[in-house]
């Protein structure tokens, strides 16, 4: 199929459920690991789904599916057709994934390409992926770390790094389109996203990850352990269209308890022992401050699997440098 052209007629065309006014939803990159997801669940919602992605793999849930690039006008003049709210997660998810100038030039480019002609398209309502990267912990010279946990969004950047930078960008343009557009736009800082299957097509790798990060529990530490299920990405998504108050907000989401089957304070203790605690995360409490994700969006997640916890090995193995092994050896990356 042609950039820019369309396929159509797999779906349903329904408005969704309690949205009288939001009828059709346009969702960049919606062939990736969250954007199938999100039209899948979208489509169970029984919304109908615009489809925009640089190929069609010819089996996503829209009714709709246009090939392209997000940064190009003519595109997003064809994407935009009749679409009443808009979730933009089309990006190059991390930095060794192209170039420097690829990764950042594309992810901010099309972001605000994205949003712009949708706010020049009268669209209102967007959710931008951002990512927990926002904060530049992971892909720096050095592996960053909090001035305090649990991480919340009034934390600073560290971002050095094209991808982070990138997503910190996607945060300003937001806010920006808000200003121009009156567009509200929520930015959904993603932690490891992973799926437990549930449906045909859908991710299951999560189970494989606990798993890895079970054997290497430094392996997440710059992420803080964090991680959400893929419908439960795909349901902030749909929680972000409609936010409790209008404006431009950038949210974290992410499963209640942690990644790894541990003690969360007994992971603190062994790989993030100068980090201030400004509360106790008894159990497997994920170190996030997840407040306005339950305030702004009503969300949290639901697809939280029991992982019986056991006690860390007293030390980190031999050989294992708990700040900087985990940065290159990640199942997946945010
Ligand atoms: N998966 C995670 O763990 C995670 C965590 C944090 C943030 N994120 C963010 O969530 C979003 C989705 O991530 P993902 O894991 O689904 O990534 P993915 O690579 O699986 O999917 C991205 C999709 O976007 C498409 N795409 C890329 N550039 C495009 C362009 N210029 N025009 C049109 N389509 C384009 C790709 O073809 C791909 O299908 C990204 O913005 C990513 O940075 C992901």
């Known amino acids: 199929m042609k950039p820019g052209s369309t396929g159509a007629g797999r779906g349903p065309t ?38 925009l992605d640089l190929d069609d793999p010819g089996d996503l849930a829209a009714d709709r599916v246009v090939v392209g690039d997000a940064r190009d006008r003519a595109t997003l ?8 709210a808009v979730v933009h997660l089309a990006a190059i998810p991390a930095p060794e994934l192209g170039s ?13 390409a994205v949003l712009d002609a949708a706010g020049e398209h009268g669209v209102r309502r967007a959710v931008i992926a951002s990512s927990i990267n926002a904060l530049g912990y992971r892909y720096g010279p050095r592996p960053g770390r909090p001035a305090y946990l649990p991480l919340d969004e009034r934390l600073p950047s560290l971002a050095a790094d094209p991808y982070s930078l990138s997503k910190q960008v996607d945060e300003l343009t937001a806010a920006a389109m808000h200003r121009r557009h009156g567009m509200d736009v929520v930015a959904l800082r993603f932690p490891m996203v992973a799926g437990l299957g549930g449906a045909d097509g859908l991710d299951d790798r999560l189970p494989g990850f ?10 997440a530490a710059v992420d803080a352990w964090l991680y959400l299920e893929t419908r439960d990405a795909a349901r902030a998504v749909e929680l972000g269209l409609r936010p409790a108050r209008p404006g431009a907000h950038t949210v974290f989401v992410a499963a209640p308890e942690t990644s790894a089957p541990y003690p969360t304070e007994q992971l603190l203790g062994a790989f993030l022992p100068d980090v201030s605690l400004r509360r106790p995360f008894p159990g497997r409490t994920a170190p996030v401050d997840l407040t306005l994700a339950g305030e702004l969006l009503g969300f949290a997640a639901e697809h939280v699997p ?8 007293p030390s980190p193995r031999p ?8 940065v290159r050896r990640r199942p997946h990356m945010p």
């Open 14 to 51: 329904a408005c969704l459920t309690g949205w009288a006014s939001v009828e059709r939803i346009l969702v960049t990159g919606a062939a990736g690991l969250i954007g199938r997801t999100t039209t899948w669940h979208f489509a169970r919602l029984g919304a109908a789904v615009t489809a």
């Open 77 to 84: 003049a064809s994407a935009l057709a009749g679409v009443d």
């Open 100 to 112: 420097a100038d690829q990764v950042f030039a594309t992810n901010t480019a099309a972001t605000f």
């Open 210 to 219: 606990f798993d890895v990060i079970a054997g290497d529990p430094g392996h």
């Open 306 to 313: 029991d992982l019986p916890m056991r006690d860390l090995e």
């Open 319 to 326: 050989g294992h440098d708990a700040a900087t092994s985990q």
